[in-house]
């Protein structure tokens, strides 16, 4: 309270005195509780019907339709990258391919991975006769 002003704070910020929230609840505007109120609830509530959840877990990823048909793959790295480099390692040799995943030759080694980490790679003739380890000789 100012006591120069004859005034309180919540006056002077707000144009007037602040109310409580049991002023702003009339208590004659509750009903009262009783039997008939309750037995009004109880068939309300066995009035409503269950609502279907949702399934979250039913998105489906792509799988490209030519990977059914490619001799070759690219295989998508899943780890943290320095800036500028290749998302995809490949072109690597499928082969075995079953509905959830694929068996692949990465540098000599048979590796299964999902299918939803592969995307199918298209390429010329020529190129496809190359193999992971020759182009390890080439690097070199």
Request: hydrophobic share 30%; charged share 25%.
């Amino acid at each position: 309270m100012k006591e120069d002003l004859q005034s309180s704070c919540s006056e002077l910020v707000y144009g007037t005195t602040l109310r409580l929230p049991c002023d702003m609840i009339d208590v004659s505007d509750i009903p009262p509780c009783d039997i008939e109120f309750i037995n009004d609830l109880r068939h309300s509530m066995q009035q409503l019907n269950p609502v279907a959840t949702s399934a979250h877990c039913t998105d489906r990823f792509y799988i490209h339709p030519s990977l059914k048909s490619s001799s070759h793959i690219f295989l998508r790295v899943d780890r943290v990258q320095p800036p500028l480099r290749q998302p995809y390692t490949g072109p690597h040799k499928m082969l075995c391919r079953t509905d959830k995943t694929i068996t692949v030759d990465i540098n000599g080694r048979k590796t299964t991975v999902s299918l939803d980490r592969v995307k199918p790679a298209h390429l010329l003739p020529e190129t496809v006769i190359s193999t992971s380890s020759d182009q390890k000789l080439k690097k070199h």
